[in-house]
């Protein structure tokens, strides 16, 4: 690709330097107004929230064995499936008609890019894209929510960033990104794009077999973040060297050590309500690579 989307692709990652971004995404109480799908063998799909500026409709995009996008938004939330949807981030080749040359990507703009930008969130650091899911089942009328069910945060997908593109900046002849939602933006400095490596790159890690970007497909406690048995999905339950005490930096947004709390199996963290992306130096956490590295190992199947 002989444009600026070409020149970092062949990077090499900067081991301990990485940042993993934990970044809110998908259907949840605010946007779209209802959990995304667990289907019964596990299965999840995290549905695109309403967009009116979007030239995407739900009914254009793909879902899984189980529903189409269009089924599952009009089934569980009473969206029409003629509706426009923000399909970002967007993860997969089969969910969407592509064109020559297209590679999974995410939008950000406004004050959650600032916070982005601030921690120089750019090349070879991934994104862990996680939502609000629940169970869900078939009935006679359609897909419902299993009754008695709870909501749950889980992560779904994830994407290393091979390159950082101001949509004003964007080249004219990658048109392959032009129905992005974030074309119908403000063209500004503080609206961008994260294109997606080719293959995920980890220093000391044989990880050439993993895509650079990619959805889990079926639910893993694993992939959790709730913790077991809470009655609020933003009480999640984390590794304990996620803790803060005795590190120079903390999870974004994440400073009041009140919202930490030592327990058996790890630690618990009440995470905020506001902001979308939460910034974790693995410089400063070196256990996180590792941490991600499993978790990449046993769940994804891109």
């Known amino acids: 690709m002989a444009t600026i989307l ?12 990485m940042k993993i971004i934990l970044s809110r995404k998908g259907f949840d109480s605010s946007s779209g107004g209802v959990p995304s799908p667990i289907f019964p063998d596990g299965d999840m799909l995290s549905l695109p929230i309403p967009d009116r500026a979007s030239t995407v409709k739900y009914s254009e995009i793909a879902g899984n064995r189980w529903a189409t996008v269009g089924e599952l938004v009009e089934q569980l939330a009473g969206i029409p499936q003629a509706n426009n949807a923000h399909l ?6 089969r969910s969407f008609p592509r064109t020559k040359g297209w590679r999974p990507i995410f939008g950000q703009a406004g004050s959650s890019e600032s916070h982005l930008r601030n921690r120089c969130v750019g090349s070879d650091d991934i994104f862990l894209f996680f939502g609000l899911f629940r169970p869900v089942e078939k009935l006679s009328s359609g897909w419902q929510y299993v009754r008695g069910s709870k909501p749950i945060h889980t992560i779904f997908g994830w994407l290393q960033v091979a390159d950082r593109v101001a949509v004003s900046a964007w080249p004219t002849a990658d048109g392959w990104a032009r129905y992005h939602p974030h074309f119908a933006r403000k063209e500004n400095p503080n609206n961008v794009l994260y294109v997606a490596t080719d293959r995920l790159k980890l220093q000391g890690k044989n990880s050439l077999g993993i895509v650079g970007a990619g959805t889990f497909h079926s639910f893993s406690q694993r992939l959790r973040l709730t913790a077991p048995d809470s009655a609020r999905p933003g009480l999640w339950l984390l590794p304990d060297w996620f803790h803060p005490e005795n590190h120079t930096s903390v999870l974004s947004y994440h400073r009041d050590f009140s919202r930490w709390q030592r327990c058996r199996g790890g630690v618990t963290l009440s995470s905020v309500s506001r902001g979308q992306e939460f910034v974790l130096d693995c410089e400063d956490y070196p256990e996180a690579v590792e941490w991600l590295w499993s978790i990449l190992q046993e769940c994804s199947s891109e």
């Open 6 to 17: 070409g020149r970092r692709f062949a990077s090499v990652a900067r081991g301990l330097q």
């Open 88 to 93: 970002d981030p967007d993860l997969s080749v």
